[in-house]
T-cell receptor, first 116, second 110 residues
């Protein structure tokens, strides 16, 4: 069956540009999480959704980062006025049950963002 | 601050032996803990979940223990195979957010 997909897989942008990263979760999955992963490190929490509701965005680095999931399915992570320090692998994951329900996570392949 | 520690040094073992990986945490009281496998260039893949009231969980050649007093989980792979070579991550859920360790790389040599 179809897993979590992310697009684009690779994004190269110039400093100051806005980027939008897309996540398509597994159909019917309730929870959706965004992470950033540096090389040699585990995923770092950014934000998560329960259906369309953004429940926690405390991991977003600053107000240039935002995320939405308007219909409770596809989610977009937007970074405005990108900076070189935003370069990283961005991953999303979905889970079949609401947050806090002993959820395993299914990860997408990630989007590698490079800011020049 | 909250911390999850996994051995950053790679674990090298011979095929057929048991691999044991450690995950220690501080300042958490997780209801459960998870282990994931990550291959180079790919996203983490869920392996096992163990709840705070479970001391041990098994799945095929995998075994996980969870000691909430020691604040430690051990992950065992018995009869290891070269195909088990990967990075293994532990993760805790705290107030609906997941925190991952940095992972331990396992190398199983034939």
């Amino acid at each position: 069956g179809a897993g979590v997909s992310q697009s684009p897989r690779y994004k190269v942008t110039k400093r100051g540009q806005d980027v939008a990263l897309r996540c398509d979760p597994i159909s019917g999955h309730v929870s959706l999480y965004w992470y950033r992963q540096a090389l040699g490190q585990g995923p770092e929490f950014l934000t998560y959704f329960n259906y369309e509701a953004q429940q926690d965005k405390s991991g977003l680095p600053n107000d240039r980062f935002s995320a939405e999931r308007p219909e409770g399915s596809i989610s977009t992570l937007t970074i405005q006025r990108t900076e070189q320090r935003d370069s990283a692998m961005y991953r999303c994951a979905s889970s079949p049950r609401p947050p806090g329900s002993y959820n395993e996570q299914f990860f997408g392949p990630g989007t590698r963002l490079t800011v020049l | 601050s909250q911390k999850i520690e996994q051995n950053s040094e790679a674990l090298n073992i011979q095929e057929g032996k048991t691999a044991t990986l450690t995950c220690n945490y501080t300042n958490y009281s997780p209801a459960y803990l998870q282990w994931y496998r990550q291959d180079p260039g790919r996203g983490p893949v869920f392996l096992l979940l163990i709840r705070e009231n479970e001391k041990e969980k098994r799945k095929e050649r995998l075994k996980v223990t969870f000691d909430t007093t020691l604040k430690q989980s051990l992950f065992h792979i018995t009869a290891s195979q070269p195909a088990d070579s990967a990075t293994y991550l532990c993760a805790l859920e705290n107030f609906n957010k997941f925190y991952f360790g940095s992972g331990t790389k396992l190398n199983v040599k034939p």
